[in-house]
Nanobody, 128 residues
Framework: VQLQASGGGLVQPGGSLRLSCAGS????????IGWFRQAPGKEREGVSC????????YYAESVKGRFTISRDNAKNTVYLQIDSLKPEDTAVYYC??????????????????????WGQGTLVTVSS
């Protein structure tokens, strides 16, 4: 299983970014994909998740209305559109898949221990 996050960068508060998560080595359209982030000195937290077919999504309260998750299974890619960026969004963003095969298709649990196969993350820095 390989997951590669990309699209991070330095943006000013109020700006936007689109992150991408490309997957390979597994049946991509059979798995939910979750986006997590980890700020310096803090634990990794789940911010969004999309079910295997895209019909169900999850957002953490702190990002609702600003983050939009989507997926293109033909391209084995999940996207995270981030708008109205705030300094507190600064973190390394990772994507992962559920560790439980039984729960692989959905976003029933989006805790840091519920997902794995983390690839290299992408750094988002929000600063003026």
């Amino acid at each position: 299983v390989q997951l590669q996050a990309s699209g991070g960068g330095l943006v000013q508060p109020g700006g936007s970014l689109r992150l991408s998560c490309a997957g390979s080595g597994f049946t991509f359209d059979d798995y939910a994909i979750g986006w997590f982030r980890q700020a310096p000195g803090k634990e990794r937290e789940g911010v969004s998740c999309i079910s295997y077919g895209g019909g169900s999504t999850y957002y953490a309260e702190s990002v609702k209305g600003r983050f939009t998750i989507s997926r293109d299974n033909a391209k084995n890619t999940v996207y995270l559109q981030i708008d109205s960026l705030k300094p507190e969004d600064t973190a390394v963003y990772y994507c992962g898949i559920p560790v439980s095969e039984r729960l692989r298709k959905g976003c029933w649990r989006v805790g840091r221990r519920d997902f794995g196969s983390w690839g290299q993350g992408t750094l988002v820095t929000v600063s003026s």
